[in-house]
């Protein structure tokens, strides 16, 4: 599986920004789909998460509300809609895939379950 991720940049607070994270290789519908921050300083953290057959959605409290995640499976991408930015969501963003809880009755958020990881892309917001 390699995934691409795109779209950050510099925003104001309160604006929007979608990213997108193109996903190519072998993959099943079971797979969790991840997006994960880091902030500088700061250990990587789950934000939202779905499976790539789409479905249940799954969301960090702090942007619960605020973002969306969803797939689109003629594009082969994975998307994060991040509405109402706040400063605090300054991060590098990454996307990623786990094969590992392709079966698992529970949505991995933990990071280190995932084994294959995008690029990141930056994602900064001034106030």
């Known amino acids: 599986v390699q995934l691409q991720a795109s779209g950050g940049g510099l925003v104001q607070a309160g604006d929007s920004l979608r990213l997108s994270c193109a996903v190519s290789g072998r993959t099943f519908s079971s797979y969790p789909m991840g997006w994960f921050r880091q902030a500088p300083g700061k250990e990587r953290e789950f934000v939202a998460g779905?499976?790539?057959?789409?479905?249940?959605?799954y969301y960090a409290d702090s942007v619960k509300g605020r973002f969306a995640i969803s797939t689109d499976h003629a594009k082969s991408t994975l998307y994060l809609q991040m509405n109402s930015l706040k400063r605090e969501d300054t991060a590098v963003y990454y996307c990623?895939?786990?094969?590992?809880?392709?079966?698992?009755?529970?949505?991995?958020?933990?990071?280190?379950?995932?084994?294959?990881w995008g690029q990141g892309t930056q994602v900064t917001v001034s106030s």
């Open positions: 779905i499976r790539w057959s789409g479905g249940n959605t």
């Open positions: 990623a895939a786990n094969s590992r809880a392709a079966t698992w009755n529970t949505f991995p958020r933990f990071s280190g379950s995932y084994n294959y």
